[in-house]
Every structure is written in structure tokens, then in C-alpha cells.
């Protein structure tokens, strides 16, 4: 079975500080990470794939199949970064399993 | 190019009653997925359509839901009758397959008030 955790709701850090946000999976296979985002009032969209290694708006996660988790980590936050935040997690069948989300909220 | 399409935007119905949302994918997409949104939780898949076959659809309550994509193109989803638990943001998202660089693009989604 698919299943991803993230254990926090809710997070708060102050502008500048760093963040990070947990996400633990459980997959018997080798799985597809991502991280999606949804600002006020926007829609859901991809953030990050763990597959292109890349840097997007300041995060990035690293996938260690060790641990089973795919955190998601900025050194400086920014008061635009605060939105709801959800990993993701596509197994064998393609099929997207989220997580609960953590809502981030950067204060000034 | 234009994004995923939905409406309606909210609905708002008594239990028993039957409700339907729409979706328009981006052109040229052939996946699309509908997923379920309880508050407070992330979304869950209830049924993907690969054109206007049926991929994935074991999570579908399908007693009470339905889901059809005749053309390959735009969807309707159904609830009949709808419970109090169905209340919810209903997401459709689409996505030109389901290979693994795939990314899926989502609507604004309809959030449907049970009472």
C-alpha cells in the first residue's frame, strides 16, 4: 500500500529563518516524490519532483530511500512562501497518493 | 494556454439530492483525474480516464458516484444521492498521459455543501 505522512498541520517560522517540511512515505517499490503547493486563493501545482534534482523558488528535497522521507527544506524563507504545502507520492500504478498537507506560514 | 476547467465553482445541496460538476481538460490531454478533497485533508483519487476508457477507479463510492468522459474530452462527474459526508472540494486535474515526467495541472475545483 501507498501512503505518505506529513506530521505537521501547521508550521510557523519567521522571514529569513530556515524551513523545512517533513514528509515520510510508505512504498514497497521504488516511488515518484513530489511536492505540490496551493497559495491563497490559487490553485494545486507541482513545486517539485524529486526525479529533476532541481531548485525551485529556494526548496529543495532530497529523497532518502533510507529513512523513507522526501523533506522539504529552504534556508531563507520568504513571506510569499506561505501556502498550503502537500507531498506526493506515484508508486506502480501511477496513481497520485497525497498527503494530510502542512500549511506554512512565514511571519514578518 | 488555458487551464483546467470546472463549474460549477460552489454548490450548495440537501442530502438525497443529486448534484453533477464539469470539467474541461487542457486541450490535447488524454489522463484526467477526479479527486476528493475533505477539509483538512490532501486529495484523493477517485477516478482517472486515459481518452474515454476508465483507468483507475477503486476508489469510487460507486453506489452513489459516477463518472463519464464520452468524447475523451470533457468530464461530468455525479453524485446521486448525495450524503453529508460527500461534502468536500472536488478537483479535476489533467495531464497529456501518465508516463512518469507527466505533470498533472489542476482545476480551481467545486466545493459542494452537503446539509
Known amino acids: 500500500a501507498q501512503r505518505v505522512t506529513q506530521p505537521e498541520k501547521l508550521l510557523s517560522v519567521f522571514k529569513g529563518a530556515p524551513v523545512e517540511l517533513k514528509c515520510n512515505y510508505s512504498?514497497?517499490?521504488?516511488?515518484?516524490l513530489f511536492w505540490y503547493v496551493q497559495y491563497s486563493r490559487q490553485r494545486l501545482q507541482l513545486l517539485l519532483r524529486?526525479?529533476s534534482r532541481e531548485s525551485i523558488k529556494g526548496f529543495t528535497a532530497d529523497l532518502n530511500k533510507g529513512e523513507t522521507s522526501f523533506h522539504l527544506k529552504k534556508p531563507f524563507a520568504q513571506e510569499e512562501d506561505s501556502a498550503m504545502y502537500y507531498c506526493?507520492?506515484?508508486?506502480?500504478?501511477?496513481?497520485?497518493?497525497f498527503g494530510q498537507g502542512t500549511r506554512l506560514t512565514i511571519n514578518p | 494556454e488555458a487551464g483546467v476547467a470546472q463549474s460549477p465553482r460552489y454548490k450548495i445541496i440537501e442530502k438525497r439530492q443529486s448534484v453533477a460538476f464539469w470539467c474541461n481538460p487542457i486541450?490535447?490531454?488524454?489522463?484526467l483525474y477526479w479527486y476528493q478533497q475533505i477539509l483538512g485533508q490532501g486529495p484523493k483519487l477517485l477516478i482517472q480516464?486515459?481518452?474515454?476508457?476508465?483507468?483507475?477507479d477503486s476508489q469510487l463510492p460507486k453506489d452513489r458516484f459516477s463518472a463519464e468522459r464520452l468524447k475523451g474530452v470533457d468530464s461530468t462527474l455525479k453524485i446521486q444521492p448525495a450524503k453529508l459526508e460527500d461534502s468536500a472540494v472536488y478537483l479535476c486535474?489533467?495531464?497529456?498521459?501518465?508516463?512518469?515526467?507527466?505533470?498533472?495541472?489542476f482545476g480551481p475545483g467545486t466545493r459542494l455543501t452537503v446539509t
Open positions: 512504498y514497497s517499490g521504488s516511488p515518484e
Open positions: 480516464f486515459q481518452n474515454n476508457g476508465v483507468v483507475d
Open positions: 486541450s490535447g490531454h488524454a489522463t
Open positions: 524529486h526525479i
Open positions: 506526493a507520492l506515484k508508486g506502480g500504478a501511477q496513481k497520485l497518493v
Open positions: 486535474a489533467s495531464s497529456l498521459s501518465t508516463g512518469r515526467l507527466n505533470e498533472q495541472y
